[in-house]
């Protein structure tokens, strides 16, 4: 069992978390886990990218161009941006959030961002999470939203692994909320 | 009983964990990406004292302190901060120390949040100090524990080099226990410790002798490693670079090189005989190849691989075997570009606004204010490194006495560097004014405390620098404390500044965005009075959006700061009404 994702979005919407949480899952199976981030002045609303490799082996933090089975994409526009990265007819699961970059006439900002995903050929899941975090109370759990969403579709791990995950990364009142989320972007 | 569990860590998590396994009692620095995390993550073992310095020769001279004293100790530190170091760092080879001492310094290929890419391993050769280079947040771990004992067994201080893939990447690691060490008895020892012209001769005789003992150690220390495999072509390499070659092309032959300096000559030897090709895989200088080539050794490296820029799998395949790259579809043609951005609120935008209008000639410094170079703020003349905003000022000032020149650099890097250069306009009387933008924490590395916040590393309260008393005791003879959301205020005190031609030091004060604490009521456009006249959209705020026929601000990113309301001139902004 081996594999790669890419996880990508704007600075600040809980990227690193959510890829932590899916490291801890994959370790408690046994897996080995390498993955890369980005820190400093990428989070000050910069575009962000995390890799992710996960297998008995894995060595590269790096992930090579066309390789990455799948992604997550925690705003639209984003995922079109790091499409270099992912294999033909990789899984995406986007959320339909958009977020216009400051200072950029709002028209450049890309329209039907699913449809174009698909017709390269991806398989995309198209999840509303940060409207449903909004509806859960806090914008900042639309991170275990989409995680949710993607623990159906991605082939490791029960909820029960995940949510085991979830309680290693998270403590305190706020996770509850992130337990939540994540049910509600998995139901 | 310890049982062994396997647990991922972020590498800077892994150095911490290693200095702390290895029984460093003392630990300082300065923050820095990529090597902030290092002492916040060592900050939680209570065992260690650990703290953050005004820069990183303090932090580095505190712990070779120590270390003379008697405990284990630990430096960290970026790389440009290493510059500021490297004074100590030159002699401290020289008198050697007495526990370990250990440095950390990450460096930043491609420059993801700095100012140049200067190549650590450099220092190592131009001091003479061993270096160590973990690829991984294991070896990490291993290696920074191993430090603190090569240190104490060749009396030196020893380098750990990272790179931003190392300490910002997460990898598997078994956390062992922490050795403990009684403190070592310190001894007055001058001829050690005295560096006077008479004693460093003799030390640096010593040095060499200590370097030739080094020399033998690394030809059979197994952190430097010769796997063959195919011999076809074999690659010296070392750090994140391991891994990369280890995944994308795992058949060839690898000569490892856990320790970046002194390098295993006989080893390279022995490997350069059992491949047919030999390459040095090495990020930025090439500084292991030209070791190599001087000893007559046919390697090829830089003419393969780039000299500028970090390399990735993907270089290693494209340079290497570019059969093996993979089809991919590149759909982020014509994306808008999404750069890093002030924060919506940040009390640096309402300044940097007014020193645009005033037509200002600015020297900026290193930190969060960068983020006001690029329009629409365009904000900066200068940035060059920690401090400099001061002096370059005062130089270009002694150029054109004309121009209405300003310093502008935050409170922690006034406290890093700024001093001594404030204490130069006013002892040679260069009309300048220094604004220093007092957010309460070093920003940018994601909010340390310094001496100018009242508070410590472990949270304890301490002495508060007060900014205002220090100038006043300097001699500046224009002293003021402004309210960075106070825009009225802050232009007629700038331009009383300007016009007092004597050198003026004005505090402005607004707690960082990513500080505060209470929930901000947002503004919001009322589109009866907004004629859309742009102005607002000049300050670059991520909660402002300009659609084809309205301003409008994002509720949820506002942080009610008011700056957009007092610059537009037909005041359409207004506060949200709470209900």
């Known amino acids: 069992m081996k594999g790669s994702m890419v996880l990508c979005g704007v600075g600040g919407m809980g990227i690193l978390k959510a890829s932590e949480v899916i490291a801890e899952m994959l370790i408690a199976q046994g897996l080995f886990v390498r993955q890369s981030e980005v820190h400093g002045m990428a989070q000050r609303g910069g575009t962000v990218i995390t890799h992710l490799r996960f297998g008995e082996e894995a060595y590269s933090p790096l992930l090579m161009r066309g390789e990455a089975e799948y992604m997550i994409a925690f705003e639209s526009m984003e995922a079109l941006r790091y499409t270099p990265y992912l294999k033909l007819g990789a899984t995406v699961v986007v959320n339909s959030f958009c977020l216009h970059p400051p200072g950029v006439n709002s028209h450049r900002y890309p329209t039907n961002i699913p449809e174009t995903l698909q017709q390269a050929g991806f398989q995309v899941t198209v999840i509303p999470a940060t409207e449903k975090s909004l509806k859960l109370g806090d914008v900042r759990v639309a991170n275990m939203v989409l995680l949710g969403a993607f623990s159906r579709i991605f082939p490791i791990g029960n909820k029960e692994d995940w949510e085991n995950a979830i309680h290693k990364t998270f403590s305190g009142e706020v996770l509850e909320l992130n337990l939540s989320a994540f049910r509600e972007g998995r139901a | ?579």
């Open chain 2, 1 to 579: 009983m310890h049982r062994a569990e396997k647990r991922i860590m972020l590498g800077n998590e892994a150095f911490a964990r290693g200095a702390y396994e290895g029984g460093v009692e003392v630990a300082a620095g300065y923050p820095g990406t990529p090597s902030t995390e290092i002492l916040q993550f060592l900050s939680h073992y209570r065992e260690v004292h650990s703290r953050w310095s005004p820069n990183e020769k303090v932090a580095f001279e505190v712990a070779s302190g120590a270390a003379i004293g008697g405990k284990r100790a630990l430096a960290t530190m970026k790389h440009v901060g290493l510059n500021v170091a490297s004074d100590a760092l030159m002699t401290l080879v020289y008198t050697g120390i007495n526990a370990g001492f250990v440095f950390i310094v990450a460096d930043d290929p491609s420059m993801h949040s700095s100012q140049n890419e200067q190549d650590s391993r450099n220092y190592a050769f131009f001091a003479k100090v061993p270096a160590l280079e973990p690829a991984n947040s294991a070896e990490a771990l291993l290696f920074t524990r191993l430090a603190f004992q090569l240190s104490e067994e060749f009396d030196l201080p020893v380098m750990v080099r990272s790179t931003t893939r190392v300490s910002h990447s997460r990898g598997v690691v078994i956390p062992g226990v922490r050795e403990t060490h009684p403190v070592r008895p310190y001894r007055k020892a001058a001829e050690k410790y005295v560096m006077i012209p008479a004693f460093a001769r003799k030390s640096r005789v010593v040095l060499q002798e200590k370097l030739k003992m080094l020399q033998e150690w690394v030809e059979e220390t197994p952190l430097n490693r010769i796997e063959i495999r195919d011999t076809s072509l074999g690659v010296i390499t070392g750090g994140v670079l391991y891994d990369y070659l280890r995944e994308v092309l795992p058949s060839l032959s690898v000569l490892k090189l856990g320790v970046g300096y002194p390098l295993p000559r006989k080893k390279i030897e022995a490997f350069a005989e059992k491949v047919e090709k030999l390459v040095v895989l090495e990020e930025i200088d090439p500084v292991w190849e030209r070791e190599i080539k001087s000893w007559g050794i046919p390697v090829r490296g830089k003419e393969i691989f780039p000299e500028i820029g970090e390399i990735t799998p993907d270089t290693i395949v494209e340079r290497l075997s570019p059969e093996k790259k993979r089809e991919y579809i590149d759909l982020s043609t014509y994306l808008p570009p999404r750069p890093p951005v002030l924060c919506a609120g940040c009390p640096h935008r309402g300044i940097f606004t007014i020193l645009r209008e005033l037509e200002a000639t600015v020297c900026g410094d290193i930190g969060c204010y960068t983020l006001g170079t690029l329009p629409p703020l365009s904000a900066m003349d200068t940035c060059l490194c920690m401090g400099a905003s001061i002096s370059l000022a005062e130089g270009i000032k002694l150029a054109h006495q004309e121009l209405p020149v300003v310093a502008v650099l935050g409170d922690s890097t006034f406290v890093h560097a700024g001093i001594p250069p404030l204490i130069d306009a006013v002892y040679n009387k260069t009309p300048i004014v220094v604004l220093v933008l007092d957010n309460g924490t070093t920003a940018m590395t994601g909010g340390q405390d310094h001496p100018g916040t009242g508070k410590t590393l472990l949270g304890e309260e301490t002495v508060r620098l007060d900014f205002v008393a220090l100038a006043q005791a300097i001699g500046v003879p224009f002293v003021a404390r402004l309210d960075a959301y106070h825009l009225a205020h802050i232009r007629e005190t700038l331009q009383k500044a300007l016009a007092a031609r004597i050198p003026a030091f004005l505090i402005v004060e607004g707690l960082c965005q990513l500080k505060k604490k209470e929930r901000a009521v947002p503004l919001t456009v009322e589109d009866q009075w907004c004629l859309l006249c742009g102005l607002c959209n000049t300050l670059g705020c991520p909660a402002l959006l300009k659609e084809e026929e309205m301003v409008h601000i994002t509720p949820e990113r506002c942080a009610g700061c008011g700056v957009c309301a007092q610059v537009c001139p037909f005041c359409a902004m207004r506060e949200v009404e709470v209900r």
